[in-house]
């Protein structure tokens, strides 16, 4: 059986400077966040996970009618780098992840899918626009060790080598805007 490459989204975050739950706030489009993310990465045709906090039941219901896999952690999380190490201990069986933050609404299907492309023939993947990287970024299954050893609020970041990641250019400036406040979904509207 082959192992597949996974998309492991980060969906556990507090929200605090956004004031509420940032990820069941409505898009300029009409749509809830989480769901767009989602939408626009299940379109890229791979299995996904979605590592969600245990005070938000109504988040793991909607990735459950998405079809997406729920990976829900016994308690609130404690950073990045904790939801990441839950979410890619939950994964194993996989053959590589792309790490997906859930409050990045603007990144399109096509740079999700370039990333999954290459991923399988590169120990690390990332999309750069105009000479930046950003997100999603991928790592196949040689990290799993140190991926699932992160904790507290350092993410995969840290394990990104330039001599072993494949570049991939997008001209989606979506890969570089995360949502943190209301005022951030009016400002990154270009859906």
Request: hydrophobic share 40%; proline share 7%.
């Amino acid at each position: 059986m082959i192992k597949p490459i996974g998309f492991l989204v980060i969906a556990a975050g507090h929200s605090r400077r956004f004031g509420a739950c940032k990820l069941s706030a409505k898009l300029p489009n009409g749509t809830v966040m989480l769901e767009h993310v989602l939408q626009r990465i299940i379109s890229a045709g791979a299995p996904i996970s979605v590592v969600l906090s245990p005070d938000k039941p109504h988040l793991h219901a909607l990735v459950t009618k998405l079809r997406c896999q729920p990976v829900i952690l016994p308690a609130p999380s404690l950073g990045l780098g904790h939801s990441v190490s839950f979410g890619i201990r939950a994964t194993a069986e996989w053959a590589g992840w792309i790490i997906c933050l859930a409050d990045m609404p603007w990144i399109t299907t096509e740079t999700y899918l370039k990333v999954h492309a290459l991923l399988a023939g590169s120990p690390q993947v990332a999309p750069f626009y105009n000479g930046r990287r950003g997100h999603p970024v991928g790592f196949q299954s040689q990290y799993y060790t140190a991926l699932a050893s992160l904790q507290g609020d350092t993410g995969a970041a840290k394990h990104i080598s330039t001599p072993n990641m494949a570049r991939v250019d997008v001209g989606d400036s979506g890969i570089l805007c995360d949502i943190d406040t209301p005022k951030d979904v009016l400002q990154n509207h270009y859906m």
